[in-house]
């Protein structure tokens, strides 16, 4: 990490209070004219003149000048970038000069299907990717903040259609390709989406959805480059799109100008874990600075020209749009696309691609870790296993290296946070096993006690993030917008955890998932760490029900037994006096156990509480083992 020293990384970004968007800060009209080149946000603003000039660290010499925009060459070595705040996306991605691959291996393959033998380059990216930015100016009038619906699981012709239309200065709003029509109808309205890119699969919902949204048919696209589609839905692919689609002369140098802190690149949705889906509003600074960032830290461990990852999470939720889609064509490591998961395709392709590192969610560590499928399978190229999206369990790592001789290391991160905040590094992922690691840099992150003071090292508090990885709020609901943020510009992320002596972040609960048993907090994460170690759990999820007779939540849990295992008052009793031998009283599992075929969760792996929390009721007659109450609360039985 020599490089990082030398940049002195411990915080290189100006102040968040200076950029973030919940302060008052507005530029004179004229202001541009006393900026240096490396501040400039957008090509728009390079002004009547022309400067002559290096970056900050003297690299690169470069020309600026408004007449010709697209020719123009940024300040983008990393150093500069991370010191002096995140420029305009497509800048960012496709006009760099400090990336060992862009500068004579633009041919390299950016990523390639595991099903097909499809396969964009990054060259052959870019030249699509500004032909469909600019039919969607001329064809459909595209206006700056426009919303763009993109509704497909992982497929390498989406990420043209999402660059596409950032070209334009539109907005990308990735969506659940599993959305049912009315809940994509609800999207569609409250997004006020005025096109629709959908996965030929997902065509019979969507069209219908946009009908009762009154979206019109020619407004849709089908995401196809290359193919027709197996049926005529009487609309038009991407390719037909941009073939049909006429460009004048004057679009291909037109760009809207681009406020890379303010303006929104991305309306992504929460997964609802606390309630209706949200709409948060990523910018464009949010995105870059969080690649930028990203690559600081793995930079001495992968290279472009050997390195491949398999995308394997669905790239419409942060996670996966972040280091799937933007870091790919950053760092041009080649990418294989996988279009769902299923264990034997995943390690098959490990072993065919040669995988160097892969991204996870939890479920996934869990599968290669208990199957044996794996076991038939070379996955010996494999150096690293990032698991994010929802906590794991320290003894999975610990169990995996020890059955498979795989590494696997935790990151932490939240669509509000444009994904990664936390994680380990690669050549310290045993030490703080369990953790997810220290801050990026130039993140800064705290603990806050119950009182608001600055919690001591060691000690639980709910964890505020600051930097310019912070959205900029919820779409349309500036309330809950004001309710997370302070006013200088910290988020409150609602999960509870602490920091250790190396600075190693440990997530320990969702404050709003904590069940409050007659005042005291019993945190359900701690409880399904203890549960899933036992030889009868496949998977398991707590929660808090309501006991009348106590007046207090009590513990429950909702449990899937390994196969062979019989789901009796024997199985429910093994797991009940195991929990009771290791904990406190009032942390038993009071609500008893309700066995279940499968956890729901949400795409990035994470427990959907609520949607537990709703079928308890209704599932109250299969409980076992539950305590009954007295009339005063007292305890009558286990």
Known sequence: MAEMGALKMDNPLPSPAFTNNHHEHTLKEESWKHRAPYQIQSPQEFGPVKWRAKCKCGKISYTLRQDKPLNAKFCHCRGCQVMHGAPFQWAAIFHKEDVNFAKGCKSSVIFRSATTDDKWTYNGLRKCAEQFGRTLQSSWRWAKDDVLMVMAPNDIDTPPVIWGCLYAGGIVAPVNPGLSIQDLHQQIERSEARGLVVHPDCLPVALEAAQIANLPPERILALRFDRDLPVNYGISTVEQFITNGQVPSVMVRYRPRIDSQRDTAFLVYSSGTTGLPKGVMISHQNVVADVFLQSLVESAHIDWRQDRTLAVLPIYHIYGLVCLVHAPLYVGTTTIYMDKFELARFCRSIQDYRITHVYVAPPIVLHLTKS???????????????????????????????????????????????????????????????????????????????????????????????????????????????????????????????????????????????????????????????????????????????????????????????????????TAKLVLDHVKNQTVNYKHLRGGIIFTREIPKGPSGKILKRVLRQQATADAVRRIGAMEYGKYGREAKL
């Open 372 to 570: 044996d499928q794996v076991s038939d399978y070379d996955l010996s190229s494999l150096r690293m296993i990032t698991s994010g999206g929802a906590p794991l369990p320290a003894n999975l790592i610990t169990e995996l290296y020890e059955r498979r001789k795989l590494a696997v290391r935790q990151a932490y991160g939240l669509s509000e946070t444009t994904s990664v905040t936390h994680i380990q590094r690669w050549d310290d992922w045993k030490n703080g096993i369990g953790s997810n690691g220290p801050p990026l840099p130039g993140v800064e992150a705290k603990f806050v006690a119950k009182d608001t003071r600055d919690a001591a090292s060691g000690e639980e508090g709910e964890l505020w993030i600051r930097g310019h990885i912070v959205f900029n709020g919820y779409r349309g609901e500036p309330e809950l917008t004001a309710g997370c943020m302070t006013p200088d510009g910290w988020f409150k992320t609602g999960d509870i955890g602490h920091e250790d002596k190396q600075g190693n972040m440990f997530i320990t609960d969702r404050s709003k998932d904590l069940i409050k048993f007659k005042g005291y907090q019993v945190p359900p994460a701690e409880l399904e760490d203890l549960i899933i170690k036992h030889e009868v759990v496949e998977d398991v999820a707590v929660i808090g029900i309501m006991n009348e007779s106590l007046a207090s939540e009590i513990p429950m849990a909702y449990i899937v037994v390994k196969p062979g295992i019989p789901e009796d008052e024997t």
